[in-house]
C-alpha cells in the first residue's frame, strides 16, 4: 500500500491534502525513529529466545542452561516482542480493516496467528510452540520497515532544505527604533531592514537604499541582480553590498520560496498512475494470500505430519505474500526522482508529468529568456575616425558609471577583450538620451543614434550603412559620439545562453526534433536559430498564437514546451508535457509540470532523460515485487516439502525483506542514472 512519508519532514507549511488519504497511511504518525527503536529492543529480546530454543539447540549442538522457570523465558519474551514490536502492525491492520485490506493485515495475521498457537502449546495444546520463529518474523519485519522508512524520509528532505533558507528573524521598524521580530510575526506593509551580507528574510519591495542580490537559489543564476527602489526582493535570496530597507508584500504561504515548498510537497504526496496500480495489485496479493494460506492449512491438516507443520506452513505464506516490496515500489522511486530533479534543479508539479515525458517526440522552446538570457550582448560595431579598440574603450569607460543593461553589455565587451579603460571625468547622466563625459581631455557621448540627430552631428556613409544592418538583424544599436560627428555603432542583441547550443545537441541525439517559437522578427530568429543548429522555427509569434502553433505540432507528434513568461501559460497547457524556466512568474509555474529553477535549457534534457529513467524503474520494481511471489508462495505453500525444501516463516520474512530491499535499491539506483 501507499507509504506516504512526507510528513515525517520538519517543515509543517500548511500541509497541502496528501495524495493518499489518511486511510492509505498505514504509517501515519510513525518515524524511521520508532521503528529503529522498537526493532534494536525486540532484537536484544530475540536473543534469548533463539538460544533457547530447541530447534536451535538440536541444530547447533549445545544444550541450554536449565534454571527454574527457564522454560518460561521464551513464552515471556515472546508476549513483550508481540505486544511491543508488533503493535505498530497490529494498529495499522486496524486501520486497514476499516477500509481496505493489505499488507498490514498480513503481517498482523501470520503474527497474531504464530503467537496464538504458540501460547496454546505452552497451556498444555499439542504440537511444537513457534517462539523463535515468532520472535525473528516481528525483527525483521521491524528492520523492514526501519530500512523503508528512512530511505523514504531521506529523499523527502527536499524540503527542509528549501526552509532553511530562510533566516528566523528579521529587523523590523518601528517608530523611529530598529527592532529583532521573529519572521513570522511580519506583516504585509511593515518594514524591514536588511544589512549588507543577510539573507532577505521575506519577499518585499524597495523602497530605499540599492545593493545586488544574490538569488541563486531560485534562479540558479549566480550572478547578482542589482535591486533599487521599487524592485523586488525574494526571501532566501542573499543581499551584497548595499543596505536596504524593504516594504513587506507577501508573508506565510504567499512567499515564492513558500511556493516552491508546497510544489515540491504536492508533487512528493500526489499519486501516480502506477501508484493505483501497485495498490490495486497489493490489494489483490492479500487476498490471494489469505486465500492461499487457509487452503494450504487445510491441506496439510489432512495430508500433513502434525498441526504445527500446518499452521507453520499457512503463516509462511501470510509472511513471504506480504505485500511490502509493493508498496514501495512506486512511491520510493518518486520520492527518489522527485529529490533527484530538485537537487538539479527541477521542481516536478505533476507526478504524471514523468509518465507522459518519455512519449515526447518534439520540444518547442519560446527563445527570449529560454533560449536566450534575455540579456544583451555585442553583436556587431562599425567605427569611423576612430578604430574599433578604442572607440570600444572610450564608450565602455562611459558606460562604466551607467546603471543601463545596454551600457553593461558594452563595459561587458571591453572587459572580455582585456581593453585598458581610459579614465573618465565630469559624467553626467542625461535621462533618455545616454551619458557624457570627459575621456583623455575630450568630450564624448553615448547613447542613442536619435541623439547625433538631435544634436545635428555629421554621419558619414559607412555608419549609415551599419544602421540599417543592425536594424535589419533586429539589433539595438548604441552611438559614440564626439562634440562634431558619430563616431561609431554597437549593434546589441539578446544572447543565446551557454547552454543553449550543448541542450540542443542533447536533444537531438535523444531523436527529439527541436523547434523555436518566438515573438522575433524573421531576421533575430534565422540567426539564434542557425547559431544554434535548430531547422524549424516560427518568427513573428504573437502571444495569442503560441497555443495554437503547439496544438497544429501536437497534431502531428507528442510534443513538450518550454517557456518562460506569462503569455506563454496558454501554450503550456496545451501541450503535452509542459516546462516553465525560471521561477519567473508565477502563472507560468501554475501551468507547468516541471519548473526548471535554474533558467538553464540543459535542464530540460535532463527532465526528459530522469522521467524515462523513473518509468524503467517503476516497470522493473512493479514486476519484481510482485514476480518473486511467483515461486515464493508455492515453496512457502510446502509444494517442494516431497523433495526437502521447506521455508520456515523466518525464511519466508527474510525472502520477503530481500524483496523490499531490491526494490528501494532499485529505486535508490535511480541516482546513478547518468543525465
Request: net charge negative; glycine share 8%; with cysteine.
Amino acid at each position: 500500500m501507499a507509504h506516504d512519508h512526507t510528513h515525517h519532514s520538519k517543515t509543517h507549511h500548511g500541509h497541502v491534502g496528501h495524495g493518499s488519504s489518511s486511510v492509505h497511511d498505514k504509517h501515519a504518525g510513525h518515524s524511521p525513529e520508532i521503528f529503529r527503536r522498537r526493532f534494536f529492543i525486540c532484537l536484544v529480546l530475540t536473543l534469548p529466545v533463539l538460544y533457547f530454543s530447541p530447534s536451535f539447540q538440536q541444530w547447533f549442538g549445545y544444550q541450554a542452561i536449565r534454571f527454574t522457570g527457564s522454560e518460561l523465558v521464551s513464552p515471556l519474551l515472546s508476549v513483550v516482542i508481540y505486544g511491543y514490536g508488533g503493535w505498530v502492525f497490529l494498529k495499522g491492520a486496524w486501520i486497514e480493516l476499516q477500509s481496505k485490506i493489505g499488507m498490514m493485515t498480513l503481517v498482523a495475521l501470520a503474527i497474531t496467528v504464530a503467537f496464538v498457537y504458540s501460547v496454546a502449546v505452552s497451556f498444555g495444546l499439542e504440537g511444537e510452540p513457534f517462539y523463535w520463529e515468532l520472535a525473528t518474523l516481528v525483527t525483521i519485519m521491524l528492520l523492514g520497515h526501519w530500512i523503508e522508512m528512512a530511505s523514504v524520509q531521506g529523499a523527502s528532505r527536499a524540503l527542509e532544505h528549501l526552509a532553511n533558507l530562510v533566516p528566523t528573524t528579521a529587523h523590523r521598524f518601528r517608530a523611529g527604533k530598529i527592532e529583532e521580530v521573529l519572521v513570522e510575526s511580519l506583516q504585509p506593509s511593515d518594514t524591514i531592514l536588511v544589512k549588507p551580507g543577510e539573507q532577505i528574510p521575506i519577499d518585499g519591495e524597495v523602497i530605499e537604499g540599492a545593493s545586488s542580490v544574490n538569488e541563486a537559489f531560485l534562479t540558479g543564476e549566480s550572478r547578482p541582480v542589482i535591486k533599487q527602489v521599487g524592485d523586488e526582493a525574494v526571501g532566501g535570496s542573499v543581499n551584497g553590498e548595499g543596505a536596504l530597507t524593504l516594504k513587506i508584500i507577501r508573508t506565510g504561504d504567499q512567499t515564492t520560496l513558500s511556493q516552491i515548498m508546497r510544489l515540491v510537497e504536492e508533487a512528493q504526496s500526489s499519486r501516480s498512475r502506477y501508484q493505483a496500480l501497485a495498490d490495486q495489485l497489493a490489494y489483490w496479493l492479500t487476498l490471494t494470500a489469505i486465500g492461499v494460506g487457509v487452503l494450504t492449512f487445510v491441506v496439510w491438516l489432512s495430508v500433513g505430519p502434525s498441526l504445527t507443520f500446518a499452521i507453520n506452513r499457512a503463516v509462511t505464506v501470510l509472511v513471504i505474500t506480504c505485500p511490502h516490496a509493493l508498496g514501495l515500489a512506486i512511491p520510493l522511486v518518486i520520492v527518489n526522482a522527485t529529490s533527484l530533479s530538485a537537487k538539479h534543479g527541477i521542481l516536478v508539479r505533476n507526478r504524471e508529468a514523468f509518465e507522459r515525458a518519455r512519449q515526447i517526440q518534439v520540444i518547442a522552446f519560446d527563445k527570449t529568456g529560454t533560449l536566450t538570457e534575455g540579456k544583451f550582448g555585442v553583436r556587431h560595431i562599425f567605427t569611423d575616425a576612430v578604430d574599433e579598440p578604442n572607440a570600444l574603450a572610450i564608450a565602455a569607460s562611459l558606460e562604466t558609471f551607467s546603471e543601463h543593461p545596454l551600457g553593461a553589455a558594452i563595459v561587458q565587451e571591453a572587459e572580455a577583450r582585456q581593453l585598458g579603460l581610459p579614465g573618465g571625468t565630469d559624467f553626467r547622466a542625461v535621462a533618455g538620451k545616454g551619458v557624457e563625459g570627459t575621456v583623455n581631455g575630450r568630450r564624448y557621448r553615448v547613447g542613442r543614434p536619435e541623439w547625433a540627430e538631435e544634436l545635428a552631428l555629421s554621419v558619414a556613409d559607412s555608419l549609415q550603412a551599419g544602421l540599417v544592418t543592425i536594424e535589419q538583424c533586429g539589433e539595438s544599436a548604441i552611438a559614440l559620439m564626439d562634440d562634431t560627428q558619430l563616431l561609431a555603432l554597437f549593434g546589441l542583441a539578446d544572447k543565446v545562453r551557454a547552454q543553449s547550443l550543448q541542450a540542443i545537441k542533447q536533444l537531438q541525439s535523444m531523436g527529439l526534433e527541436v523547434v523555436m517559437i518566438t515573438g522575433d522578427a524573421e531576421a533575430v530568429a534565422k540567426s539564434v536559430a542557425d547559431e544554434l543548429g535548430i531547422d524549424r522555427y516560427y518568427a513573428r509569434v504573437l502571444p495569442q498564437d503560441k497555443a495554437s502553433l503547439i496544438r497544429k505540432l501536437k497534431s502531428e507528434k507528442p510534443v513538450a514546451f518550454v517557456g518562460d513568461g506569462i503569455n506563454d501559460a496558454p501554450a503550456m497547457l496545451e501541450a503535452n508535457l509542459a516546462l516553465a524556466i525560471g521561477a519567473g512568474t508565477n502563472v507560468a509555474i501554475e501551468s507547468a509540470d516541471l519548473v526548471l529553477i535554474k533558467s538553464d535549457p540543459i535542464d530540460a534534457t535532463y527532465a526528459l532523460k530522469l522521467a524515462k529513467a523513473t518509468y524503467g524503474k517503476m516497470i522493473q520494481n512493479l514486476f519484481w515485487a510482485t514476480g518473486y511471489n511467483v515461486v515464493g508462495i508455492p515453496l512457502a505453500a510446502g509444494v517442494a516439502y516431497p523433495f526437502g525444501i521447506l521455508l520456515t516463516p523466518a525464511v519466508g520474512a527474510i525472502f520477503m525483506s530481500v524483496s523490499t530491499v531490491v526494490v528501494s535499491i532499485n529505486a535508490m539506483l535511480l541516482r546513478r542514472v547518468k543525465l
